[in-house]
């Protein structure tokens, strides 16, 4: 079992900036990517980016490419998600999620993730 815990969510203006964390606790050895998703009331959870944790590998949605930046820290277990210039439509709870199968699998799908967070919220005001 991976335990995650996001951290950093909150209020901001657009424009602005938040860096979101997420601690992996566990069997983190078997964590071959890390992906943060996010859902906005009434939608669908949707694929915000992921890394492949041996390598640093990134992928990005079409939607938050040049805006949002997945790292990771793996001396401490943790994934960021950098985010600049936040749109209210960037509203939404984000989530952390890690998958444990070999190879690259769908990314994009929610399917492909096999332990996830609680969720933290993120509001942007326009």
């Known amino acids: 079992q991976v335990q995650l815990v996001e951290s950093g969510g909150g209020l901001v203006q657009a424009g602005g900036s938040l860096r979101l964390s997420c601690v992996a606790s566990g069997r983190t050895f078997s964590v071959n990517f890390m992906a943060w998703f996010r859902q906005a009331p009434g939608k669908e959870r949707e694929f915000v980016t992921a890394?492949?944790?041996?390598?640093?590998?990134?992928y990005y949605a079409d939607s938050v490419k040049g805006r949002f930046t997945i790292s990771r820290d793996s001396a401490k277990n943790t994934v960021y998600l950098q985010m600049n210039s936040l749109k209210p439509e960037d509203t939404a709870v984000y989530y952390c999620a890690a998958d444990s199968s070999p190879g690259i699998g769908t990314l994009e799908e929610a399917y492909e993730y096999d332990y996830w967070g609680q969720g933290t919220q993120v509001t942007v005001s326009s």
């Open positions: 890394i492949k944790w041996s390598g640093g590998s990134t």
